[in-house]
């Protein structure tokens, strides 16, 4: 069914549009764009008043468990998280059970996602078999079957000269290796940054520089071998200060950070104990994320990603030491990026759809997707000015391990079109089964 969506802003800085227009979606692509459209018969209208339409969003590092880890989340149940999210493609990362190693692996993720309907799944294959750091795994096979990227992601692979054979091999497919820096002799059995958090709650520290070595280790490795490197979930401000000197070089480094190293400090760990603020690379120093939130903002770092990371409750609600790492943040990614740096003026939209929507899509070698008319409809719907409360009915993931619960924020998605399908309509998930893939309720 056509959609006119009538008098939305629209947000492009790849076409250099900043404007009121009315939109006219159909057979799957913007069919017109321009002022006082009229909407066809049989044709669905959102009225777009009051709010911001841009590409559709990318999160390029989540991780859906399926298959093996169904019980946190399922291709169904994180896809219905991303939707509601505001996010048209999302790449998983490979430590499922199986390792998505082999393009079996990354044919299975693809379909899954396909029968859902809600968003693309682009998986994410691994480095090494196994992601254990010993043996190249089927990276060809991979990439005939769809592989966007390759990581060992959860693991930082340790001997340099099984990363430089790595990123020599994904150099000849035109492929970014996404590099999860920590040096584990380093990192040992850290659980919290190494510092003021360590040492006041008395926990094992986990040091800044078992990232920034590796960080500094894999960027010599892609000068060395001509590869893309793209590091994961960057937490701290020299090693961003690396990547900023290998991008003066023009060496092929780019990288990402997720909201909660942007929005939350080891400050915030307290004697609570909060294991939702538990997190792999951990929360570090307020300089660090004030450093961050500057990269982020001035384009330094490229994307925004989650780490959306679904654990069941038995995983969360222990002692903090053997509780797992991470948390879910589909859901509120935007949310946060709305509430604390666009309506406080620390970042323009512009550069919240570049680093949300446009570069993502770069890094991981996908067609862009513009606001011109003929261009595929994968489109978000922002309200910047509707209030979210964050409960635990609210987000879709199965899995509701969040340190934001109860949190108030302004701006969400409204809407979502996936190649012209309305996959959210205001804020409501739209398809996508309400039973799991093996047919039992959701929970």
């Known amino acids: ?45 959102v009225e777009g008043a009051g709010r911001v339409l841009v590409p559709g969003l990318v999160d390029m590092h989540v991780h859906f468990r399926d298959p093996g880890f169904e019980y946190k989340e399922t291709i169904l149940t994180g896809s219905r998280a991303a939707a509601k999210g505001g996010f048209t493609d999302v790449a998983t990362m490979p430590n499922t059970d199986p390792v998505c190693d082999t393009g079996t692996g990354v044919r299975y993720q693809i379909d899954r996602a396909r029968a859902a309907g809600l968003v693309r799944v682009h998986p994410v294959g691994a480095l090494t078999r196994g992601e254990r750091g010993e043996q190249l795994a089927e990276i060809g096979d991979m990439v005939l079957e ?12 340790q001997n340099a000269g099984m990363m430089r054979t790595c990123m020599e091999y994904v150099s000849k497919f035109d492929r970014a290796v996404i590099a999860h820096c920590e040096v584990e002799a380093l990192s040992g059995n850290g659980v919290v940054n190494e510092g003021r958090a360590s040492t006041s709650l008395g926990m094992f520290g986990w040091p800044a520089l078992a990232e920034e ?3 500094w280790r894999d960027i010599q490795l892609s000068r060395l071998t001509g590869c893309a490197l793209h590091v994961a979930h960057i937490s701290t401000a020299r090693s961003l200060s690396y990547v ?40 570090r120093t307020a300089a660090d994320a004030a450093a961050l939130r500057e990269g982020i903002a001035d384009g330094s770092i490229d994307c925004l990603v989650t780490d959306h990371a679904p654990h069941a ?16 943040g589909l859901e509120t990614s935007l949310p946060l990026m709305l ?14 759809v570049e680093c949300m929507a446009v570069a993502p899509r770069r890094v991981l070698r996908l067609d862009p997707v513009r606001l011109e008319e003929g261009a595929v409809a994968d489109l978000t719907l922002v309200d910047p000015d509707r209030p979210v409360t964050v409960t635990r009915d609210w ?35 739209r398809g996508g089964s309400e039973t799991s893939e093996r047919g039992f309720p959701l929970v």
């Open 244 to 283: 900023r000197e290998a991008k003066e070089e023009g060496l092929p480094v780019t990288c990402e950070v997720c909201p909660h190293h942007l929005f939350l400090t080891e400050d915030d760990i307290d004697d609570s104990y909060d294991t939702n603020l538990k997190m792999n690379p951990p929360l």
């Open 146 to 157: 769809g592989a966007a990227a390759f990581s060992d992601d959860g693991h930082g692979v």
């Open 339 to 352: 509430t604390n740096l666009v309506r406080t003026g620390a970042m323009g939209w512009d550069r919240l």
């Open 395 to 429: 987000l879709e993931s199965r899995s509701k391990n969040t340190p934001w619960l109860g949190a108030e924020l302004t701006g969400c998605a409204t809407d979502v079109f996936l190649a012209g399908e309305r996959t959210l309509a205001d804020g409501v998930v």
């Open 213 to 215: 070595l590796e960080v």
């Open 313 to 328: 409750a038995h995983e969360k609600d222990c002692e903090f030491e053997i509780a797992y790492f991470g948390i879910v």
């Open 1 to 45: 069914m056509a959609c006119l969506i009538r008098g939305a802003r629209l947000v492009d800085p790849q076409v250099g549009l900043d404007d009121v227009a009315d939109v006219l979606v159909d057979g799957g692509r913007l069919a017109r764009i321009g002022s006082g459209l009229e909407a066809p018969e049989a044709c669905e209208v």
